[in-house]
């Protein structure tokens, strides 16, 4: 079992940046990937980055390409998503989760474990 705690979320005005980050602890060894999805009110649960562990490859959503960084410290088992330009659409609960199994999943049903999920709320 991987167990993953988030934390970071707040609220902030449209335009500002928030870093969102993941402790993954655990069975850690067995992950290939480590991505971050969100959700808002009313809505499914969409994919917003992807990063390949051990090679460090990443991918994006095209709604937050050239926004949102997503990267991995190894030696502290955590991975961050750097949020810059932040725009009310990026309201969500967004939830930290890894994969065993695939090099860069962008599906739900491909991952794993899942945080709790913590709160970003931007402001107009």
């Known amino acids: 079992q991987v167990q993953l705690v988030e934390s970071g979320g707040g609220l902030v005005q449209a335009g500002g940046s928030l870093r969102l980050s993941c402790a993954a602890s655990?069975?850690?060894?067995?992950?290939?990937?480590m991505g971050w999805f969100r959700q808002a009110p009313g809505k499914e649960r969409e994919f917003v980055a992807t990063?390949?562990?051990?090679?460090?490859?990443?991918d994006y959503a095209d709604s937050v390409k050239g926004r949102f960084t997503i990267s991995r410290d190894s030696a502290e088992n955590t991975v961050y998503l750097k949020m810059n330009s932040l725009k009310p659409g990026d309201t969500a609960v967004y939830y930290c989760?890894?994969?065993?199994?695939?090099?860069?999943?962008?599906?739900?049903?491909?991952?794993?474990?899942w945080g709790q999920g913590t709160q970003v709320t931007v402001s107009s």
């Open positions: 989760t890894a994969s065993r199994r695939l090099f860069l999943p962008t599906r739900v049903g491909e991952y794993d474990y």
């Open positions: 655990g069975r850690t060894f067995s992950t290939s990937a």
């Open positions: 990063i390949n562990w051990n090679a460090g490859y990443t």
